[in-house]
């Protein structure tokens, strides 16, 4: 039973993908909860996640109105919140066409690749140096230019320094704040109120990201494609369907939010994910040294590993896997709404009831996972679980949710965990700081379930210095 008029708004707390869960266990895999004056359906379970968002799927197409959809993303003229129909499938499209799909994430794999070879070259000097790493802050800066070369054209950014920071916290924050349950997205008649201060938060941090997406825009509206050596680049492409054949015209507004989407989903989500994964074979060092043992074998030591070597390296995308599996960087699916009313398993679901699915509580079920809160890539190499994907076919592990509205960024993200973090593991032996004894590995919720303390870390070169230099 929730509250009067704010429900069962009190009963979710500061980590509403624990507290969800735990009523999962006592209430059941479909869980409908008034919120304020509206429904929540949540399911926690793979079966149910499957009849929501496969079986269901039509129905469940769109987001809810929210203060973030309004604040940070455009009033919704992005891709994450925009309404399923022309201009979300144009968006999507040309996303897939030129940024996001397996032909374009070939055509620009020389980039990730030089960005990586910047990142090594400064974790060697800091290796020199006797330096700590911090790896947030390392994987924000290349995650960053990575997208800025295939976006703009450009490195984002030339040098670490302030503008770096400020852009990581910017990210942080918008995840941070998108995940927070607003009172005002519940009880509309609060809104204007904004008891909790988070739209104004959201009002000042777009207007960061807005400075920021507009000098950026008018910057590459000022050169050529010559002066960026001839090869157009997305924001080119976008840039020319603004008025397309299909009838849909792309404001700058859409385009603005549409970069909003691509940096900060690329960036905090593939970043957090590689944290974690690190995190926890620095805190398990057998599997760190048997990831290395493994690498050396297949790739030996005097060379990078390439994005290729993927395919032949099985005990590193199990690591993956299972880093996806126990921390999944979207804990809740952003939410969906119902168009209709319909029945779910027998359950009567009424007509704008919000989804919430738990893909936390999915990847930590003790009913589908064998010691689920053990970190184990073992399970991911045989037995049932050898053929899970992460493409949202496996409901027991949707780290990028499923459907019809599944991340359009699924590829480019299984890609940039993989790579950055085999890179890492195979170009270096990691160990903590002697001033810290024990990592900690509590979470702090947001939209991007990121570490409550960043992972700081001291790192020592395991293949000769030339490989560090080479192009």
């Known amino acids: 039973m929730g509250w009067p008029v704010i429900g069962a708004l009190p009963l979710l707390g500061g980590m509403p993908h624990v507290s969800l869960a735990k009523m999962a266990k006592k209430y059941g895999p479909i869980m409908y909860l ?94 020199r140096e006797g330096e700590r790493v911090v790896v947030k802050d390392m994987l924000t800066f290349a995650i960053a230019n990575m997208i800025g070369q295939v976006v703009l054209s450009k490195r984002v950014f030339a040098e670490k320094g302030a503008e770096v920071n400020e852009f990581k916290n910017m990210a942080v924050e918008l995840m941070t704040i998108t995940g927070y349950v607003n009172i005002g997205d519940f009880i509309p008649k609060l809104a204007w109120l904004d008891l909790q201060g988070i739209e104004r938060k959201m009002k000042s941090l777009h207007k960061k990201f807005d400075d920021l997406f507009t000098k950026m825009f008018d910057e590459h509206k000022a050169t050529s494609n010559i002066e960026r050596k001839g090869k157009p680049d997305f924001l080119d492409i976008v840039m020319a369907n603004m008025d397309n054949s299909e009838g849909e015209r792309l404001s700058t507004t859409n385009i603005k939010a549409l970069l909003l989407n691509l940096f900060n989903a690329s960036i905090d989500t593939s970043s957090s994910t590689i944290e974690w994964a690190l995190s926890e074979m620095i805190k398990n060092s057998k599997i760190l040294k048997k990831s290395q043992q493994e690498m050396d074998q297949i790739i030996g030591k005097n060379r990078r590993l390439v994005e290729s070597d993927s395919p032949n390296l099985p005990y590193l995308r199990a690591i993956c896997k299972e880093a996806f599996r126990k921390h999944p960087s979207t804990p809740l699916n952003l939410p969906r709404v119902s168009n209709e009313p319909c029945t779910v398993d027998d359950y009567y679901i009424p007509k704008n009831t919000r989804l919430s699915v738990n893909i936390w509580a999915i990847g930590r079920d003790p009913d589908v996972w064998e010691n689920p809160l053990e970190f184990d890539p073992e399970r991911f190499l045989s037995g049932k679980n050898k053929n899970i994907d992460l493409q949202g076919n496996g409901f027991e592990l949707i780290p990028f949710g499923a459907g019809r509205r599944i991340c359009p960024g699924t590829r480019l993200g299984i890609v940039m965990v993989e790579y950055i973090l085999g890179t890492l593991v195979h170009s270096f032996d990691w160990k903590l700081p002697n001033d810290i004894m024990e990592i900690n590995m509590e979470e702090s919720f947001g939209l991007a379930l990121q570490k409550a303390v960043p992972l700081e870390a001291m790192v020592t070169p395991r293949l000769p210095l030339n490989v560090y230099y080479a192009n």
């Open 34 to 127: 008034k919120v304020g004056t509206y429904g929540m359906v949540v399911a926690s379970t793979p079966s149910a996640a499957k009849a929501f968002l496969k079986i269901h799927y039509s129905n469940f197409s769109n987001r809810p109105p929210s203060a973030g959809a309004t604040h940070l993303a455009y009033n919704a003229q992005d891709m994450v919140f925009s309404p399923y129909g022309p201009r979300w499938k144009l968006l999507r499209k040309l996303s897939n066409l030129h940024l996001l799909g397996a032909k374009a994430l070939e055509d620009w794999a020389n980039v990730r690749a030089n960005e990586l070879g910047h990142m090594l070259k400064s974790m060697l000097g800091a290796s």
